[in-house]
T-cell receptor, first 114, second 111 residues
Framework: DAKTTQPTSMDCAEGRAANLPCNHS???????VYWYRQIHSQGPQYIIH???NNETNEMASLIITEDRKSSTLILPHATLRDTAVYYC???????????????FGQGTTLQVKP | DADVTQTPRNRITKTGKRIMLECSQT?????MYWYRQDPGLGLRLIYY???????NKGEISDGYSVSRQAQAKFSLSLESAIPNQTALYFC??????????FGQGTRLTVV
């Protein structure tokens, strides 16, 4: 299974963009990058996912490098409610050994400050 | 009503007791998962099931067993609870290669 590496913690000023990096240098061609976040001890919440193209939804944008070895989650205007642990996960597509499984790492604790 | 419901939400049990945590979903997903989370750590996969007849061990299955009673129900059992199984447990569901939806968690304390 492809592993991910994220910084342990980051700070961001309220109203500014939060850019959360993730390294996944061993990612395979059919593996997707997923992002989840966990606020306090609630169940993780899906944010966004992508294969190789950049993606955007109402919550965030996902930028994947051309070689797919790293990605960045962007929260365009961070609010205090975005304070959470953010998990970057590589998940297999069809034919992959880890199809469907979500294996969590330690994640990045994002602290949004007033 | 929540799409993924876990019961109980909180439980205190004694060492050696058998306990079952239950998960039900209304999303019609075929895949279900059980995770545990220890303080300050990420989630670790215990068991997962891709359909009613397909059960697989995850990263940390020792001391746990599961039952997939129906597509919508996936139970996690601790046959003989021990204190180091004190943790927050999460159930999740998904379709193949789509995002997963998590329950609100069960906080289990083994004394």
């Amino acid at each position: 299974d492809a592993k991910t590496t994220q910084p342990t913690s980051m700070d961001c000023a309220e109203g500014r963009a939060a850019n959360l990096p993730c390294n996944h240098s061993t990612i395979s061609g059919n593996e997707y990058v997923y992002w989840y976040r966990q606020i306090h001890s609630q169940g993780p919440q899906y944010i966004i996912h992508g294969l190789k193209n950049n993606e955007t939804n109402e919550m965030a944008s996902l930028i994947i490098t051309e070689d797919r070895k790293s990605s960045t989650l962007i929260l365009p205007h961070a609010t205090l409610r975005d304070t959470a642990v953010y998990y970057c996960i590589v998940r297999g597509g069809w034919g992959s050994s880890n199809t469907g499984k979500l294996i969590f790492g330690q994640g990045t604790t994002l602290q949004v400050k007033p | 009503d929540a799409d993924v419901t876990q019961t109980p939400r909180n439980r205190i049990t004694k060492t050696g007791k058998r306990i079952m945590l239950e998960c039900s979903q209304t999303k019609g997903h075929d895949r279900m998962y059980w995770y545990r989370q220890d303080p300050g750590l990420g989630l670790r996969l215990i068991y997962y099931s891709f359909d009613v007849k397909d059960i697989n061990k995850g990263e940390i299955s020792d001391g746990y067993s599961v039952s997939r009673q129906a597509q919508a129900k996936f139970s996690l059992s601790l046959e003989s609870a021990i204190p180091n199984q004190t943790a927050l447990y999460f159930c999740a569901t998904s379709r193949a290669n789509t995002e997963a939806f998590f329950g609100q968690g069960t906080r289990l304390t083994v004394v």
